[in-house]
């Protein structure tokens, strides 16, 4: 439920906007379509081509409500989900921010597969009123309702592997973090999920089953990811922008030439550079790349005014330093500006200070004290 790909953004387009949440289709998930359309109809032509297709449309209907139940759920608690993307390994709803308290996640977490066991009742219920229906399993033969009923029921059972980022994974870690603290729920979350990944990739090779292999793969993954994720909000709670910002940095005038700051560039290690105008407010950011470009095109003696990424989203040195890391994240820049409560800037959040930061820090928690001195 929570990703920071952005590929996933760039690669998926915008098909509708539902109480506030946008519905996204990834391109992956189009040419899915297209490829299942096409085979069915080399084998039974236009009819078989939009049996399927209708089909597999439907099952997305019904991920596409799933994940609407997640988002109903949310909302419930006051969380907004800016996004919905359909992938062909299914839905991802892009929350706002993750539930902290054990209820609450373990609510949001199930609304999404309640859905899908609610729809399946609801076609169950349908089809007992057809002579012809029969209870057998198997998703792949019988009629449309039957077949729809039968993904339904395979989504739950997927959904609910306990495993991040599976729904199952976040029901897990709920009913961990009822026990012991959030953090510690995680990572033994995260290492069943692991666990079973791990046997699921076993499974995958002895029957030869690339799909299972990369499912595997990515629940492996995943399961890390979540446990990394939130050890680095663990280690910065209670920590402010201010805290981890570099204050010892270059800016540069809007009218300097590309040439000063290629000078300021090849003399230090920093990489990204604020630009002010001549009021001394904010222009924008003047990032390696844009200079190294903008250098190609203009050569040396071109204002920098030109090559900026405008001034976007800034960061208060007050704010607490785990939002400022989303914000960061989903930022296409490699640092942001940091202002004081005047509007000042007085800093920069980078990406590689922060990495550095958190090994400090990681280091000191395996030493056991924070306040320990090297060498004390
Ligand atoms: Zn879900």
Not at 351 to 376: D, I
């Amino acid at each position: 439920m929570r990703y920071h790909l952005s590929l996933m953004k760039s690669w998926s387009i915008r098909v509708a906007t539902l109480a506030g949440t946008e519905v996204r289709i990834h391109l992956t998930f189009l040419i899915l379509l297209a490829w299942v359309g096409w085979v069915a109809y080399s084998q039974g032509g236009i009819s078989a081509a939009l049996g399927s297709v209708g089909f597999i449309s439907s099952i997305f209907l019904c991920v596409l409500l799933h994940e609407f139940g997640h988002v109903a759920a949310a909302l419930h608690y006051g969380i907004k989900t800016p996004d919905i993307t359909l992938l062909p390994i299914g839905g991802v709803a892009r929350l706002e921010r993750m539930p902290r308290r054990p209820s609450e996640e373990f609510v949001v977490a199930i609304c999404g597969p309640l859905v899908n066991v609610f729809i399946a009742l609801l076609l169950f219920v349908f089809l007992r009123a057809v002579p012809s229906f029969n209870l057998e399993f198997d998703p792949l033969s019988g009629s449309f309702a039957q077949r729809l009923m039968q993904w339904n029921l395979l989504m739950v059972a997927f959904n609910m592997i306990p495993a991040f980022p599976m729904d199952g994974g976040r029901v897990l870690r709920s009913g961990l973090a009822m026990m012991m603290d959030y953090g510690q729920a995680t990572r033994v979350a995260a290492s069943i999920g692991q666990g079973i990944a791990a046997m699921g990739f076993f499974v995958a090779i002895f029957m030869f089953h690339p799909f299972l292999l990369i499912i595997a793969l990515f629940i492996y993954m995943s399961a890390g990811q979540e446990a990394a994720m939130v050890g680095q909000e663990e280690a910065t709670r209670g920590l402010t922008v201010a805290d981890a910002m570099v204050t010892d940095f270059h800016v540069l005038q809007d009218d300097a030439r590309l040439g000063e700051a290629v000078e300021v560039l090849l003399k230090g290690s920093q990489h990204d550079f604020p630009v002010l105008d001549a009021a001394g407010r904010l222009a924008g950011m003047l990032t390696r790349t844009r200079l190294i470009g903008a250098l190609a095109q203009h050569g040396m003696s071109h204002p920098v005014r030109d090559a900026l990424e405008p001034a976007g989203e800034t960061l208060d040195s007050r704010a607490g330093l785990a939002d400022a890391m989303q914000i960061l994240r989903a930022s296409p820049l490699p640092g942001l500006p940091v202002m004081d409560a005047a509007g000042r800037l007085i800093g920069l959040l980078t990406t590689e200070n922060l990495g550095e930061m958190m090994m400090v820090r990681a280091a000191l928690a395996r030493g056991g004290n924070y306040s320990k001195q090297a060498g004390s």
